[in-house]
Every structure is written in C-alpha cells, then in structure tokens.
C-alpha cells in the first residue's frame, strides 16, 4: 500500500497547489483503503479506538475532497464557493472532535471515556496541546463565518454580503491541513491502545468503479452541460455586485411598487446564488479525480438544493397572486418536488445525534449510485431554475432599463 506523504500549506504558488492537490489526493485514497478495514473490524466487534479511528478518517477524506476542490477552481465565484465550504467542513471538523461548550458530546471525549488510562499517554498530551492551538487559531469568527456559509440569510442581499467578502483559501486551507496532522496523532494513540496496526488492504478495481467512471467522462464531453455551468459560474459574480447596487438604488429611490421590486430582486439573486452555487458543485464533481472524491462533493447538491429551496417557497409566497402565471408556478412546483427531506443534517454535520451516523456518512461515500443520482438530479435542477429567472428577468426589465447601476 502507497504510504500517505506530508501535508503542507506554506506553498500556495501555481506550482505548489498543484503539489498539495497530488498529495491529498493520494492520501484520499488512503483513507479510503482504512476506513474499509475499519468498518470490517467493527462489525466483527465494537471498539471505542476503531470508532474514533473510522470517525476522523471519513472526515479526513471529506477534508481532502474540499481543499483539493480550492485548489482548482477556475473562476471567483467557484474560488468563494469552495472556500465557503471548506471553512464549514473546517468548522464542523473540530467541534466534532473537541468543543470545550459540549465536551461531553465530542469525539475525543467520549473516546477518553471509554480508555480512561489515555489521559497518562504522552502522544494523547501532545494531542490535547495541539488541539489547543487550533482553538486559539480558530477564534470565533470561523464559527460566525461557517453559520454564514452554511445557510442561505433570510434576505439574499445579505448572502451576497457574506459571499463576495470571501477572500482567501491560504488561512482556512492551513488550518485544515493543521487539523488531519492532529487526526494523524489520534490514529497513533488509538493504534497503541487497542494495540493493532491498521492493515490497508489493496485498492480493488470493479466493473461498478469502471461505469462510474465512464459516466464522469460522458459528463465531461457533455459540451452543452459544461458550457451551461461554466456560463452561469463566470458571470455570476459581476451579475450579483450590479443586483446589489440595483437593490441599493430601489431601496433609497423607489415608487409606489417599491415592496414588489425589492421582493423580486431578492428572488432573482437568490436564484442566481443557488444556480452558482449547483453549477460550481456540478463542475467538482464532474472534475473529481476518483469516484469517491465525486461523491463528497455531491454532498454540496442535496445541502444547497434543500437550504435554498426552503427560502425560495418563503419568498415566492409572498408576491401577489396576479403577477404570477402558470408557468411561474409550474417552475416553482417542480423546484418544491426536488427536496430530499432529511438529509440535509447528515450531510452537513459530522458529530450528528444519530448513532447511525457514521455508518450512514460511510455507507454514502462508499455508493457510487449516489454519484449517479447526485448529477442526474442536479441537472434539472438547475434547468428548473434558469427557466424562473428567466421568466423574473421579463418582469424586472423595464425596471432594470430604466435605472443605471
């Protein structure tokens, strides 16, 4: 089995995030290679030491899947969007393991109730030590920023805000590279307790991992599919800054149908967000290097699908019946439909109060119909959606021509 090579986030240069992209993505798979060793070892029987080993791998892959994906984005809209996540994933990553308000609940601690003599392991003291720094690198704004970027705002003007105030990878990306060092302490700690090596098994290739990959490089050479994402990812930005000055200007400026203007532009820049937004998840996963990288990033589709539809029904509600006609609400139908309930928590949250968590987060990367699911459902989604912005691009028109940004 390759051994997994040092993680390093002090060379963002061309050169160097192409390097860190080679090396997470070759320790992805290493990962993958352990959590099925793990998952075999607790059905034959339960371990606190395997657990926490299995827990922290499958956020580990996670963790690689979304800084590889910053490390390739091809536009400012896709760099914000990876961004946003992988400072999420970040966010979610240490609290699931160590949160001073909810000890009792994290990872780490109920590991140590189980293993008891732990807390007299000198690797388990340079554990708690480096976990300490991390708290002090985090601060509070990462949490402020993750509950930002988890959910849509209540108003879009204000997810706008929150988007393009998005700057950098390097912070976000060096502190999650610091986090799977720290994962790399557990697994030592948790080897020595229940004294066994894990033995990663070979990679095997099947019929299933040949299909799957031929679907993505279908996906690839679907020219009207990668044109219609690229589209709506490079313009979105400069789209979103002119909305917002628009907004600004009907705000302070406008007439009697004032409420209904600013009504409609919140709706159509929440639409272009959710567009974006599914279009850069669309092009990561198309984009992913293997199967199971494709699957983490699908994870995006189903969170963004039932965070944005929830304020779109909110919104929609409350224009007046007479400027809605039948198609609006044939579009807006269909979009209702296309909720998967449920599953938004589990796929958002890794220290989840169901005990089947993991297995289910497992069970999820390890299916390669939930990649063929996950792109299937994405796409007319977003056909969905472009058609309501269109239809909201005629009834704002006249109002857009009239006022300059």
């Not at 502190?175 to 948790?190: M, S």
């Not at 400026?253 to 209904?260: A, D, H, S, T, V």
């Not at 189903?302 to 919104?315: A, D, N, V």
Request: aromatic share 8%; with cysteine.
């Amino acid at each position: 089995m390759v051994e997994k090579k040092q993680i390093s986030s002090k060379e963002l240069s061309p050169e160097g995030r192409k390097q860190l992209r080679a090396t997470l993505g070759l320790n992805m798979l290493v990962y993958k290679a352990q959590a099925d060793w793990l998952v075999t070892r607790l059905q034959e029987k339960p371990d606190a030491n395997l657990d926490l080993l299995l827990r922290v791998t499958i956020i580990s892959m996670d963790l690689c899947a979304s800084i590889r994906a910053c490390m390739r984005y091809e536009n400012s809209y896709e760099r914000r969007y990876h961004i946003k996540y992988l400072i999420v994933n970040l966010y979610e990553a240490y609290t699931a393991c160590f949160n001073e308000a909810s000890d009792k609940k994290s990872y780490i601690a109920k590991w140590v109730a189980h293993n008891s003599c732990i807390k007299e392991d000198e690797d388990y003291m340079a554990l708690c030590k480096e976990l300490e720094n991390l708290k002090v690198q985090l601060h509070d704004d990462i949490k402020v920023s993750r509950n930002s970027y988890a959910h849509y705002d209540d108003d879009p003007i204000d997810t706008v805000k929150s988007i393009l105030s998005i700057n950098s990878e390097e912070r976000p990306t060096k502190l999650c590279c610091d986090l799977l060092k720290v994962f790399e302490l557990i697994k030592q700690v948790c080897e020595k307790q229940h004294k066994m090596v894990i033995e990663e098994s070979e990679l095997s290739v099947s019929y299933a991992n040949i299909i799957y990959s031929n679907i993505r490089n279908q996906l690839r050479n679907n020219k009207a599919l990668i044109k219609c994402v690229n589209e709506v990812s490079q313009n979105t930005e400069q789209r979103l800054r002119k909305d917002s000055r628009i907004f600004q200007l009907f705000e302070k400026f406008g007439g009697e149908n004032q409420k209904l203007v600013l009504l409609l532009i919140r709706i159509y820049v929440l639409i272009q967000i959710m567009r974006a937004d599914l279009a850069s998840a669309i092009k990561a996963c198309i984009y992913a290097d293997s199967d199971m990288e494709c699957v983490l990033q699908i994870r995006r589709l189903t969170i963004i699908r039932q965070e944005g539809i929830g304020h779109l029904q909110e919104l929609w509600s409350q224009i007046p019946i007479k400027y809605i006609d039948t198609e609006d609400m044939a579009h807006i139908e269909e979009i209702k439909n296309m909720v998967i309930k449920g599953q938004r928590n589990k796929l958002l949250h890794y220290r989840y109060k169901s005990n089947d968590y993991i297995k289910f987060c497992y069970a999820f990367c390890s299916n390669g119909y939930n990649m063929i699911n996950g792109l299937i459902d994405g796409v007319p989604f977003l056909t969905e959606l472009n058609a309501l912005q269109l239809s909201l691009t005629q009834k704002l028109l006249n109002v857009r021509n009239k006022i300059a940004p």
